[in-house]
């Protein structure tokens, strides 16, 4: 799969440690930054891999930051993108089981490298749930984009 891979500060070490596991797995990766340990702002590297994914540029887009948190509220402000925020294969499989989220954020001061391949995997290897009650709550996440999907008739 073609995938871009993005993070501030808290990321180069798992973001490197990543990007080997996953072209290991014949997974082609592209790196969107940062590399050092200069200090960025996490929506900046949201926006850049989000965009790409948006674009057609990439299937699915990973992002890391401290906590996975931040990147996660940022890349969840742009119109189109669903990005999970998973601590767990479990959690990494059903944020594409059940919300299709093509974006997953990681937190890498939560995850060390072994638990954020694991999690990455199971995302990437999960089946779509296609069940109706699935596709119908995303839908409804969709209308939340549109300015008068809050139902108030103020
Ligand atoms: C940066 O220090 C840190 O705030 C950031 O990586 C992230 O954890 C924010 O949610």
């Known amino acids: 799969m073609k995938l871009v891979i993005a ?18 797995r014949g997974h082609e990766v592209e790196d969107l930054g940062t ?6 702002d996490y929506p900046d590297y949201a926006a850049v891999a989000c965009k790409a994914v948006l674009d057609g540029r990439a299937e699915r887009a990973v992002l890391i ?13 742009i119109a189109g993108i ?10 990494g499989r059903l944020a594409w089981e059940h919300n299709r989220a093509q974006v997953l954020a990681i937190g ?11 999690t990455v995997d199971a995302w990437l290897d999960a089946r779509a749930d296609e069940g109706p009650r699935h596709l119908n709550r995303i839908g409804k996440i969709a209308a939340l984009e549109t300015p008068c999907s809050t139902g108030s008739k103020a």
């Open 7 to 24: 993070g501030d500060h808290a990321s180069p070490a798992l973001k490197r440690s990543l990007i080997h596991h996953l072209r290991g």
């Open 108 to 118: 890498a001061r939560v995850l060390d490298a072994t638990a954020a391949s694991a």
């Open 35 to 40: 590399d050092g340990e200069a200090s960025v």
């Open 82 to 91: 669903r990005c999970g925020l998973a601590h767990s294969p479990d959690t």
């Open 65 to 77: 930051c401290g906590t996975g948190i931040g990147i996660s509220i940022a890349a969840n402000k």
